[in-house]
């Protein structure tokens, strides 16, 4: 069996509401990731699959539970502990606004370059300029745009040098909270693309949150399926389709736009 590279156990988040009343974003939910899979996270908004995905990322404290990677347990490393950990670099995040994620100040070039002077060795420190260029080639931004400033660029390329940035170090997994939601259909399959390219290259494995249920059947191996912050439903991409068990994985089916349905519906507007 393939060797698992992430478990979360019984993953809790609690958001304080004030006068000691909280929201449950994440209930008690548990996974395990096996290493080179793509798992696919879908849910309505608000089901609590970015709050998820930051736990897993390390970029927020879950209330309660356990995250495990590469058989170490993230849980308890904490504050400067955490900051050496080698998990720190091997897991990384590209967001859904890159514009919001990426800051506005940086040329792309040292955006890109951010991780390495965070958590690089001495040695890549020592290739910055080489390392960001590779990062860039792979993430499909031309070199030339490397002292653009996000505003200057397109969502397409903002995208890309989001993805620059969360493979330069060479992570093992990469967390992806919706990276193509911003991007209109065609530019969507080429950043699909150019993703599904680099992990075979690079050997990655992918956590996939998305709305898009036609995108994440096609990619994902397996899918869960959040509700209100809870998982009420995880199985292999075509059997979860095929067959979904529970009522609320049938209606997100069912509300999946069809090809046929979209043919109809454009027809009908040109006549
Ligand atoms: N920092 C925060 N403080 C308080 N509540 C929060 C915070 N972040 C998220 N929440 C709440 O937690 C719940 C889950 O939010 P989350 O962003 O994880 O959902 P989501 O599934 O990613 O939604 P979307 O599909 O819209 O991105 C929501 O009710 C949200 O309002
Ligand atoms: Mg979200």
Do not use: C
Request: aromatic share 4%.
């Amino acid at each position: 069996m393939t060797e698992i590279l992430l478990e979360a156990g019984a993953i809790v988040k609690d958001f304080p509401l004030g006068r000691g009343k909280h929201l449950r974003a994440v209930d008690h939910v548990s996974f395990k990731l096996r290493r080179g899979e793509i798992l696919g996270v879908v849910g309505e908004s608000g089901s609590g699959k970015s709050t998820l995905a930051r736990i897993v990322a390390r970029l927020l404290p879950q209330t309660e539970g356990s995250v495990w990677f590469d058989k170490a347990n993230l849980a308890s490393y904490s504050g400067a502990r955490f900051a050496r950990a080698e998990a720190r670099r091997d897991i990384q995040m590209v967001f859904q606004d890159p514009l919001a994620s990426l800051n506005p100040r940086w040329p792309a070039a040292k955006i890109i370059a951010d991780p390495i002077r965070r958590l690089g060795t001495p040695k890549e420190r020592d290739k910055v300029k080489a390392l960001v260029e590779e990062a860039a080639e792979r993430a499909g931004l031309p070199l030339g745009l490397l002292n653009s400033f996000p505003h200057q660029l397109s969502g397409g390329q903002r995208a890309r040098v989001d993805i620059a940035r969360a493979i330069v170090l060479r992570p093992k997994l990469l967390i992806l909270d919706e990276p193509t939601s911003a991007l209109d259909a065609s530019l969507q399959a080429h950043v699909i693309q150019t993703l599904m390219q680099l992990r075979a290259d690079l050997d990655l494995t992918y956590i996939f949150v998305t709305h898009d249920l036609n995108l994440v059947r096609l990619i994902s191996d397996r899918i869960l399926v959040m509700q209100k912050g809870a998982l009420v439903e995880e199985g292999p991409a075509a059997s979860l389709f095929a067959s979904p068990r529970e009522a609320y994985t049938r209606e997100l089916i069912a509300a999946i736009p069809q090809l046929g349905q979209r043919r109809v519906e454009r027809a009908g507007r040109e006549h």
